[in-house]
């Protein structure tokens, strides 16, 4: 049987030839010719089946026969904003492993204690698309530029005070024992069926700072632990991405026909 190959092409409506990128692994490294098979996936929940038409050395072209819609397999919009590692493959795995149990946001964070004060955002969605690929996820989540914890706080309690939707859960987790903390899953599990989207920060290794803490609660954020044990960052992240997946995940996720490809896209 012959493997599936999938092509990430966020502009496919309105174009026919592969971006340069994965034009050079479809050609050059897969070496695929005239009538083959493809899928292209355009990160907003659209597959599409396709067979390429021609191509170049620098160019692939495809006709697209038909177009398949995933739906989501959690509800609400599951946003982590975390601090980077100062070791990057640790980010760079998270960012990988959160795509494929299913996110739709990620930002980092910028904090007191943080020990990278910078980051390849380029780079991150690479990691983010591949990974998209391999778990045959639809959906692309958004990728923020690494922002101060401040900013961010204000920014979010501007944008939650002034929406008139039901209300964000909004959690951090952090280590201060003097601060009470309830547990993040069990927090979950007994929200509002309409309060599904989820906002969960996580610290650097050496945690946000008390005053930090002080600041999202003093901004609607609840205080929370992710159990007994001591987490590192990336894994911290992980845990949290998975308990709000399992407490919105969505049974019938399934793909649905479009249009044929007599009736085209």
Known sequence: MKEVRFFYVPDV??????????????????????????????????????????????????????????????????????????????????????????IDEITFLNCRFSERKQLRIDRIEKIIISAMKQSRKGWKPIVNEMTSF??????????????????????ICHCYEEIKKKDLFSLL?????????????????????????DLALSNGFQSV??????????????????MAQLTNRERNNIFIDIKDEEGGV
């Open 189 to 213: 599990t007994k929200r509002n069926a309409l309060e599904r989207d989820v906002l969960i920060l996580i610290g650097p290794e050496g945690d946000f700072s008390i005053e930090e803490v």
């Open 13 to 102: 409506k309105n174009s026919t030839e592969l971006p340069a990128e994965e034009m050079v692994h479809a050609v050059r490294v897969l070496r695929m010719k005239q009538g083959d098979e493809l899928f292209l996936m355009d990160g907003a929940g659209y597959f599409y089946r396709a067979q390429v038409a021609m191509t170049s050395a620098k160019h692939c072209f495809y006709t697209i026969k038909e177009a398949l819609y995933q739906k989501k397999s959690w509800r609400g919009h599951i946003h982590l904003a975390i601090a980077p590692t100062k070791d990057i493959g640790r980010i760079e795995w998270l960012a990988e492993k959160v795509t494929e149990i299913g």
């Open 150 to 171: 401040g900013d961010f706080i204000r920014r979010v309690s501007a944008t939650t005070s002034s929406n008139k939707k039901p209300s964000i859960n909004k959690f």
């Open 225 to 242: 632990t992710l159990g007994d044990s001591r987490l590192r960052t990336e894994t911290a992240g992980l845990s949290a991405v998975a």
